[in-house]
């Protein structure tokens, strides 16, 4: 397992006080994918025995990978919450403290990235940076098929993502890195939601300068990759040590130059501060100076945010967290990297996390989000990290007091997709495309009914009476799937048995051309637990066909 990011540094703040903060002034950069937005950084590197993947083991759950975690074999300072996911593993930690299975999820089941992009939207999150450490070992070929998946789950829900390199432990690195993106990495930027920055695919570089046993690598070897990465006609980013101006504790010297050749910095802060005051102290020492230095270049600035180490009480339910966007957005700051999205290993992840003791393993020392005597919902960092965003793109006007309450209890819920997942019916099928790939959360497979037989249903079981409000239908992203019209009726039951109708047959025009995908807005006030699409007529093809079928509500 890669050294923790976390264990670099210990002082970070024994810097000299500046008198002033410098006035914030643009750099070069107009708003992309990462200037003037949101980032996480996303590790998907977690799988589990079961999942079929290459690596068979608890990758990342657990110390020894062959063994299932449990509370003397485990790799976590935090534990995830797991409602939303369709497949879970079981492990061999005691029952959550609510009696059910304490199970994780695999990063191998396309499910899991799925449910994570689904959040990163949900939330707005702009941009997801996929972390891939030195793919030349025995992880590789996971690593690979979770950057396959990314890009499909990034496609699905219009989430934005690049590669993030990490060159912690990477022996050959130099040449390495260069053959990986010319080999593997650099036909991910054919996607429309690979992100681009003044017109060029992102690519970042993590660790380089860092005074570290981990990245013994000279300036003239990472200047050579900055400089081959720059002729590839990326916009290259640098993961960079907090002290990278200075070149001093977390920073080797003589990598001054290194630094100022990327086309932006995105310095680490994980371990460096714990508590609100910390965060000021550094908005004046060290973050202004940086916004400065880069300002002066033309270089775009992108500072951290995290939202607390959990296992060690730093959240203050959001304070702390809401303070460093506040600080960074009255900087100035052309971006915003969230350090993590799901990093259970630090116990720094802003995705769901229990609430209470009630969905932690009995007696595992795990901590919920209510430590501090606040309860605070499953998903509140996520919605502190929207708010975030919000005010970074001047949606939100900048405020030192956080807008997120940490339960909402007075306004409407998150919408949420309440098909996913769920039980189906149908008339009939073809071959093996059942009725089960309309709610799978893969773009590519699909159900098709008997042909020459119209009329013919889908169905879905919500599970519960529920307020949808709108569907989305969607065939294969695939440009052989031509322009074609679909005569579909929509039937409602809250019993399952008796169906009425909700909106009479009418033709939708599913094109590849812009996404291969139709909203049909429901009444207002339709409430309902069984849902029924009626295909009466199809212009591409004699049968009922639907890859996705999401109903928000």
């Given at each position: 397992m890669p050294l923790s990011r976390r264990t670099f540094l210990g002082s970070a703040l024994a810097v000299p006080a500046l008198t002033a903060t410098p006035t914030p002034a643009s750099a070069g950069s107009p708003p992309g994918d990462v200037v003037g937005k949101i980032t996480v950084g996303y590790q998907g590197w977690f799988a589990a025995r079961g999942d079929t993947s290459p690596i068979n083991g608890w990758w990342h759950w657990s110390d020894n990978w062959g063994e299932p975690p449990s509370p003397a074999n485990h790799a976590l300072q935090s534990w995830p919450d797991m409602t939303d996911y369709a497949n879970k593993y079981a492990t061999a930690f005691g029952t959550l403290?609510?009696?059910?299975?304490?199970?994780?999820?695999?990063?191998?089941?396309?499910?899991?990235?799925?449910?994570?992009?689904?959040?990163?939207?949900?939330?707005?999150?702009?941009?997801?940076?996929?972390?891939?450490?030195?793919?030349?070992?025995?992880?590789?070929?996971?690593?690979?098929?979770?950057?396959?998946?990314?890009?499909?789950?990034?496609?699905?829900?219009?989430?934005?993502?690049?590669?993030?390199?990490?060159?912690?432990?990477?022996?050959?690195m130099q040449s390495e890195i260069k053959a990986d993106w010319i080999n593997k990495m650099r036909a991910y930027t054919s996607s429309p939601m690979y992100a681009r920055q003044n017109g060029k695919p992102v690519v970042c570089v993590w660790g380089f300068g860092f005074n570290d046993p981990g990245r013994p690598f000279t300036p003239q070897q990472c200047q050579d990759v900055v400089d081959w990465f720059k002729g590839q006609g990326v916009y290259l980013i640098g993961g960079v040590p907090t002290h990278w101006r200075r070149e001093v504790e977390d920073s080797r010297p003589?990598?001054?130059g290194v630094y100022r050749s990327f086309h932006m910095l995105s310095p680490w802060m994980v371990g460096r501060i714990g508590n609100v005051a910390d965060s000021d102290h550094f908005h004046a020492n060290v973050n202004s100076p940086d916004q400065a230095e880069c300002d002066r270049l033309g270089i775009d600035y992108q500072p951290c945010v995290l939202p607390g180490d959990l296992s060690r009480r730093h959240r203050a339910h959001g304070d702390f967290m809401w303070r460093q966007f506040y600080n960074m957005v009255r900087l100035g700051a052309q971006g915003i990297y969230v350090s993590m999205f799901d990093e259970y290993n630090e116990a720094n992840q802003i995705?769901?996390?229990?609430?209470?003791?009630?969905?932690?393993?009995v007696g595992s020392g795990f901590l919920a989000l209510d430590e501090d005597g606040t309860r605070c919902s499953s998903d509140y960092y996520l919605r502190l990290t929207g708010d975030g965003g919000r005010m970074l793109k001047g949606l939100l006007a900048?405020?030192?007091?956080?807008?997120?309450?940490?339960v909402l209890t007075d306004t409407p819920p998150v919408e949420r997709d309440l098909a996913a997942g769920r039980p189906t019916t149908q008339s009939s099928q073809t071959q093996h495309y059942g009725s089960h790939y309309a709610v799978d959360a893969d773009p590519h497979t699909y159900w098709e009914s008997a042909n020459g037989a119209f009329p013919q249903w889908i169905g879905v079981d919500l599970g519960t009476v529920a307020a949808p409000r709108r569907m989305v239908l969607s065939l294969p992203p695939n440009p052989a799937w031509g322009r074609r019209t679909q005569t579909v009726a929509?039937?409602?039951?809250?019993?399952?048995?008796?169906?009425?109708?909700v909106l009479p047959a009418t033709g939708h025009v599913f094109d590849p051309a812009t996404g291969n995908t139709v909203t049909i807005a429901l009444p207002a006030g339709l409430n309902a637990r069984h849902l029924r699409l009626r295909f009466s007529g199809n212009t591409g093809w004699p049968a009922g066909q639907l890859a996705r079928w999401q109903v928000w509500g």
């Open positions: 403290g609510n009696g059910q299975p304490a199970t994780v999820f695999s990063n191998h089941d396309y499910q899991t990235v799925d449910v994570h992009f689904r959040w990163m939207r949900e939330y707005g999150c702009d941009t997801a940076a996929l972390q891939r450490f030195n793919p030349t070992g025995g992880e590789g070929p996971i690593r690979d098929a979770v950057t396959a998946h990314v890009r499909r789950a990034a496609e699905a829900h219009g989430v934005k993502f690049y590669i993030m390199y990490d060159v912690t432990n990477w022996t050959n003589g990598f001054g995705a769901k996390t229990p609430e209470t003791q009630a969905g932690i393993p900048l405020t030192a007091v956080r807008p997120t309450k940490p929509v039937e409602a039951s809250t019993d399952g048995s008796a169906f009425t109708a």
